[in-house]
């Protein structure tokens, strides 16, 4: 296995728990702290349209808080944009969001139209010196657009790598990412995966030569509930 792989804790579902009673607490800032101070390298949030669990006071604090810490994912809207140029955190990841979907359900999907906003978003990002990841899926065509339209990094969609209904179906889903990171290291980019990861699944994506970050949400934040944040984080920062 290669080493010193990095990994992001998305803490989304720490303001999940927060919102489902409207208190102030359980508060991301101390999951952030909790997360940094056990493993993490970065910590990641996705800010939605609804912010039916992180919202903007909550990134406007964990960027005051964690500065070069916080990788952001947010979709194309200008309102997103708005919020990522005013809080500045360290990386962005523009993500597509659906409406009525329970979590991300896919890569980015290009379109003339798409790819217009996509440069636009990017460009306004880069004046802030804000890095970019374009979250895809694992395919050529996808790892070509994203350099094209000047991303830093790709993370690479493991969905179908994690719903993989068999052996063999998973060692192709495992192909596509190999070869997806092999492209997107030559045409420059830092290769991150997320999705669906969890404590069983991940040494197989952590293993494809290139790879820099995991980044992993739902599997870790539900582990702490039962084994405490501390161990949930250390446990698989020890598996990468
Ligand atoms: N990466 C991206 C772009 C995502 O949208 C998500 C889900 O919010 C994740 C990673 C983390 O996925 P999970 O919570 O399944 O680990």
Redesign the pocket.
């Known amino acids: 296995m290669q080493m010193s792989l990095k990994l992001g804790v998305?803490i989304?579902h720490i303001a999940t728990l927060r919102q489902a009673r409207r208190e102030p607490f359980p508060d991301p800032v101390d999951a952030a702290a909790v997360c940094l101070a056990t493993g993490a390298d970065y910590i990641?949030v996705?800010l939605r349209k609804d912010q039916r669990h992180i919202n903007e006071k909550d990134v406007a604090l964990l960027c005051k808080t964690f500065p070069g810490k916080i990788h952001l994912?947010c979709s194309y809207t200008p309102e997103l944009e708005k919020a990522a140029l005013k809080y500045k955190p360290f990386s962005v990841?523009i993500?597509p969001e659906e409406p009525g979907e329970v979590?991300?359900t896919g890569g980015l999907k290009f379109s003339p139209k798409v790819n217009k906003r996509l440069l636009e978003m990017i460009e306004n990002l880069h004046k802030k010196h804000i890095l970019v990841s374009l979250?895809i899926s694992p395919d050529a065509a996808s790892v070509r657009t994203a350099a094209k339209l000047g991303a830093d990094i790709v993370?690479l969609c493991t969905r179908d790598y994690s719903e993989a209904a068999s052996a063999k179906q998973a060692r192709k889903c495992l192909q596509d990412l190999a070869l997806s990171t092999l492209l997107a290291k030559e045409l420059g980019l830092e290769v991150h995966a997320?999705?669906?990861?969890d404590y069983h699944n991940v040494l197989a994506v952590a293993d494809i030569g290139g790879m820099a970050c995991m980044?992993?949400?739902?599997?870790i934040i539900t582990r702490s509930l039962f084994a405490g944040l501390p161990t949930a984080v250390n446990e698989m920062k020890g598996l990468l």
């Open positions: 998305n989304d990641v996705h994912e990841c993500v979590t991300t979250f993370e997320g999705h669906g990861l980044n992993i949400g739902f599997a």
